[in-house]
């Protein structure tokens, strides 16, 4: 797994590529703590590589969406194939964790299934 910082007009992001797992999942949570104690923007993570994720991976996800919320902060995942979106609504953290199509773009809105 690769971690890679960026800064943009809407705050930082950090792109994860490869795999994010229970090996690989505290270097993400090092990397986001560092971010977050070294700015006070928004933090995106932009997942547009990242080509496997388990559990783990799922759990950093929603530990960093609820310190941002008690923090008053913005926290999103970004840029998420249709893969990442299938697995957030599987997993039901489609209708907690903030999904945006880009740094600062528009928040992608589950559809309801129609049945």
């Not at 992001?13 to 270097?27: A, P, W, Y």
């Not at 893969?83 to 992608?108: C, Q």
Request: glycine share 6%; aromatic share 6%.
């Amino acid at each position: 797994m690769d971690i890679i910082e960026s800064k943009h007009a809407h705050g930082y992001s950090l792109k994860v590529t490869r795999s994010l797992d229970r090996t690989m999942v505290s270097e993400l949570d090092k990397s986001l703590k560092l971010l977050w104690n070294k700015h006070d923007g928004a933090v995106f993570v932009d997942v547009s590589e990242l080509q496997s994720i388990d559990s783990a991976g799922l759990t950093v996800f929603l530990k960093w969406h609820r310190k941002a919320l008690a923090e008053e902060r913005r926290f999103a995942l970004v840029q998420c194939s249709g893969f990442h979106l299938k697995l957030l609504e599987i997993t039901r953290l489609d209708e907690e964790l903030v999904v945006m199509t880009e740094p600062g773009g528009s928040r992608v809105r589950r559809v309801a299934n129609s049945a």
